[in-house]
């Protein structure tokens, strides 16, 4: 579910469109565009999709999961600094230091 403002005619400010949202925020926003990416993108669409679900997990303070995704995305692509930054916040600090260090 995309949350936009309603088509009415009543001016932009006179009708409250974030009732329709309830808390759909723009965090819970991001897996659904990733998968919509990863199904429409070619190429590099798979580093932004993991990119956007990275920071959804780092937003959601699922770290670990983060930095699982970070570890294959840099299988794939090891240029994607974001997958580095990502595997900095880890509990392991050596690899952490390490990522920086590339990243």
């Known amino acids: 579910m995309v949350c936009s403002r ?5 001016p932009a400010g006179a009708r409250s469109w974030t009732s329709a949202c309830h808390s759909y925020g723009w965090i819970d926003a991001l897996p659904p565009c990733a998968r919509a990416i990863r199904t429409r993108a070619i190429g590099k669409g798979e580093d932004l999709a993991d990119s956007l679900d990275i920071k959804f997990y780092i937003m ?3 770290i670990p999961d983060a930095v ?3 570890r294959k ?9 974001y997958f580095y930054y ?16 590339k990243g």
């Open 6 to 10: 309603p088509r009415t005619s009543q």
């Open 60 to 62: 959601k303070q699922r």
């Open 68 to 70: 699982e995704l970070a």
């Open 73 to 81: 995305g840099l299988k794939r692509n090891l240029g994607q600094a």
């Open 86 to 101: 990502a595997i900095t916040l880890s509990a392991d600090h050596t690899e952490g230091l390490r990522a920086a260090k």
